[in-house]
């Protein structure tokens, strides 16, 4: 079974642009979350869907935006990119527990290198 | 900010050592889980504790959870060259998320 895929993989941008990142998840998976990388440091939580609805968000501006599709495909959209955004975008699938509580096992992509220039 | 930090910042170990590393975290908690990330792919899930764990072993990884100190440790036994790769800590509280540490960077010497 394919794991959780996302394109594209490694992306440059400049100051000012417009990325949208996109994420599959593993068959079967109704929940997608999105994770930032900043070199050397752990995974900061963005968002977190379920069944196309937002359920979770963390501490990020407005200029991140995402949405889920009903084939349960997910979008992470970053508009005026900073120097500050150029990161490692994770995305991550899961099978949520009774409640939609996001603390089982998450299942990661590889990731999308954004560099911004 | 992170809810986690692991102790050490990197460790550096011969094959066939173990290596232990550390994470404390700051709030209660459902469940804790490590990962593993080789060179800045992406995370790979080892083993998840939950609250009213205190142990719990898979293979050569072995997990402690000490609740009342807000700290966990995860050992690797025997280790190997592809053993290197950097270790995170995660906790999940009641909400939508994991929290993640700031990672131990192990190499593993052959």
């Known amino acids: 079974d394919a794991g959780v895929t996302q394109s594209p993989t490694h992306l440059i941008k400049t100051r000012g642009q417009h990325v949208t990142l996109r994420c599959s998840p593993i068959s079967g998976h109704k929940s997608v979350s999105w994770y930032q990388q900043v070199l050397g440091q752990g995974p900061q939580f963005i968002f977190q869907y379920y069944e196309k609805e937002e359920r979770g968000r963390g501490n990020f501006p407005d200029r991140f935006s995402a949405r889920q599709f009903p084939n349960y495909s997910s979008e992470l959209n970053v508009n005026a990119l900073l120097l500050g955004d150029s990161a490692l975008y994770l995305c991550?699938?899961?099978?949520?527990?009774?409640?939609?509580?996001?603390?089982?096992?998450?299942?990661f992509g590889e990731g999308s290198r954004l560099t911004v220039l | 900010s992170q809810q986690g930090e692991e102790d050490p910042q990197a460790l550096s170990i011969q094959e066939g050592e173990n290596a232990t590393m550390n994470c404390s975290y700051k709030?209660?908690?459902?469940?804790l889980q490590w990962y593993r990330q080789n060179s800045g792919r992406g995370l790979v899930h080892l083993i998840l504790i939950r609250s009213n764990e205190r142990e719990k072993h898979s293979g050569r990884l072995r997990v402690t959870l000490d609740t009342s100190k807000k700290s966990s440790s995860l050992l690797i036994t025997a280790s190997r060259a592809a053993d290197t790769a950097s270790y995170f800590c995660a906790t999940a509280s009641n909400d939508y998320k994991l929290s993640f540490g700031a990672g131990t960077t192990v190499t593993v010497r052959a």
């Open positions: 991550a699938s899961s099978l949520l527990s009774a409640g939609g509580l996001n603390t089982g096992e998450l299942f």
């Open positions: 709030t209660s908690i459902n469940n």
